[in-house]
């Protein structure tokens, strides 16, 4: 026999080896002896060579060098290393081992406290171990080690070794001592029944990790007789016989509590901050081995850029169930105003993962309570914008006027982010002088669109007609600021409405007074004064232009064209100055919009809802 003994019947326990047959006349001949000697050989070269292959699996599973650990084991093989040695198949599995109707009913009782606790006893391919379950009072389960040991602590003849232990244990005999008799159970037994000497009562449940490893099998039956067992798993993908490993099998619990995503909220009526907490993931839910379910939930950016806003996930609720039911704590970026979408995913009680937005997970999270400290209370909104783009509308090419056209529409989009339905934009289109008489057309100098509904200012701008400058010096600007301001009421007590006047454009404005050949306004239109009564009437004169660069070259008129344009874009742009390739539209916007007003420190979380109300239609 290979050294396994009978099973009963006539069946060797070890080799498989059939014991008798057919009875056979007379005596055994040599040619009998050496054919059942063969048979013998190859049946135990057989069981050794699963074994190994056995072994080899687990090997993959738990990411050790399966080259060297084939080239170790065909050197305790009997019959020799046999070619082509590679891991077992993988069992195929049944779920029904993985979340037996038992363990789902302990794990349920543990979770709402009808049990104290559940003893694991764990059969891994390494060690053998007593895990203690236990549940904290939101029902997320928790295991501490009451006990485990090395196999070859337990029981004799097993190997120090971890590639000759993992075979003996898979049920290779090879070249090594022999360990696999009545000792081995014993010992087995022995050493659980010291280990739950001191649980008498508890509810056990075992957890074998190598189904079909016959030393394995045999150390399960000896636990179940050693005490009653209430419920069985087989889940082999664990390899680790302690709270890491066993994690999984306790994901499968059912929450206890609603797993709630913590937010601030601000009343789009009275400006008041209040938290608000957000069902994830409810009570009951309850996740299938190896599965995990996601919500997915948009959140909002406050009035100042956020680096880290705070995404924590409470296992119940705040505070009526406490600082210290914290399932996860993420942050991510939130520039202000803005919205990022996020997925939840729940891997099992009290686990949470973020995705998306760039999140990161916090591993040493504060106190609620702490987080929270000096929350904002209330946000006002920024008062109603009148922005009024005086854009000229001539230029050297075709694309430097679409250029200008297409900024005051990104202009517009960024703005209705800040400002929502408070925004009235109107548009002053200006081009060149030209000189009219009797027998010229007149023609308009600027075009007109009072402020109102973004959407229908940027169809009148788009419908306006660029033309070819005609002056490299100076435009009618001007005359177009002489517009502005009869489109910029006259301040009021109790006025709420902020007024900005945005030139965009090239050229300055034309000289008021004649020197040489500059030339001057034909209307004569100072733009010096339309400033000073923009200003009064409480209006902001900021520009996005191409202000004059590098020395004054030419003769005396360019030289005084130069110092001209340094000058008038230096007193328009004295309130702010943008310049195009430079600032973009966003970061024009940002300077424009009116500012929030915010009671308390700014808020550590995301909103749940935006805080601008998009009432009005898209721009474009």
Known sequence: MCGQGAAGGDLCAGCGWRLNGDPLLGEATDDDFAAARAALEAACHDWDRRAAELTLRHAASTGADSGSWTRRLGGVLRGGPPSGLTPAPARSGDPGELDPPAWREMLADLVHGRLPEILLVVLGADRAGLLRVSADPYGVPWVTDAGSAGWQDIAPGIAADAVQRAFQLAGGIGTLPRAGGEEFRTAVARWIEGRLSAS???????????????????AASAV??????????????????????????????????????????????????????????????????GASTTVSVTV???????????????????????????????????PALTAVDLTFVLRGPGEVEVRGGECAAVRTPPRISDLLAGMVRRIQPPPALRLICVVEM??????????RVRFVGELADALMAHQGGGLRLGALGYYDHVAQNRYRNRRTLVEKKAPGRPADTLAALGGWQPRPQQRDGVSSLEDALKDAVEMVPATRGGEKTHTVVLVVGRRPPSRHETFSLVPVCLKGVDWREQLKALRRRGARVLTRADPPTGPATGDRTGRTLYQHGVEAWH?????????PGVHSAEQVAR?????WHTEGHASPLAF?????????????
């Open 200 to 218: 008498a009562g508890r509810c056990v449940a075992l957890l074998r990790t190598r189904p079909g490893w016959p030393l394995l099998e045999r």
């Open 591 to 595: 300077a424009l919009a009116p500012t």
């Open 571 to 579: 007193e328009l742009g004295r309130q702010g100055a943008f310049v």
């Open 224 to 289: 179940r007789d050693s005490c009653s067992v209430r419920a069985e798993v087989v889940a082999e993908a664990v390899t680790e016989v302690d709270a890491d490993g066993v994690r999984a099998l306790l994901r499968t619990a059912p929450l206890r509590c609603d797993h709630t995503l913590l937010m601030a909220y601000a009343d789009p009526r009275t400006g008041r901050v209040r938290l608000e907490q957000r069902v994830l993931f409810p009570a009951g839910e309850r996740l299938r081995p």
């Open 608 to 620: 749940a809802e935006p805080l601008v109300r998009h009432t009005a239609a898209p721009t474009r």
């Open 300 to 334: 909002h950016g406050g009035v100042t850029d956020n680096a880290a806003a705070a995404l924590p996930v409470l296992v119940g609720r705040y505070p009526e169930d406490g600082d210290g039911a914290l399932a996860s704590l993420h942050r991510v970026p939130l």
């Open 394 to 403: 001539s230029g050297a090419a075709p694309d430097e006027t679409a250029e």
